[in-house]
């Protein structure tokens, strides 16, 4: 059967997580939100510091005719 990499690759670190934290999913779970913390802005949404958007505006096959 055919394995798509990119799942193999989600798989394989959702193990070591799961190894890093005891096994426990309440611990890994603690994890998470203490990481979704760092990355969640004032209002809410996933902060970026505008990386995707100037990397969006830096690459030629985003442009558009009116650019």
């Excluded at 670190?13 to 779970?29: I, Q, T, V, W």
């Excluded at 990397?55 to 442009?63: L, Q």
């Amino acid at each position: 059967m055919w394995e798509d990499p990119i799942v193999a690759e989600v798989r394989k670190a959702r193990e070591e997580l799961y190894k890093e934290h005891g096994c426990s999913m309440d611990a890994l779970f603690e994890h998470f939100k203490k990481t979704q913390a760092k990355h969640v802005s004032g209002n809410g949404r996933y902060a970026c510091d505008g990386v995707v958007g100037k990397v969006a505006e830096d690459s030629p096959e985003y442009k558009t005719g009116s650019d």
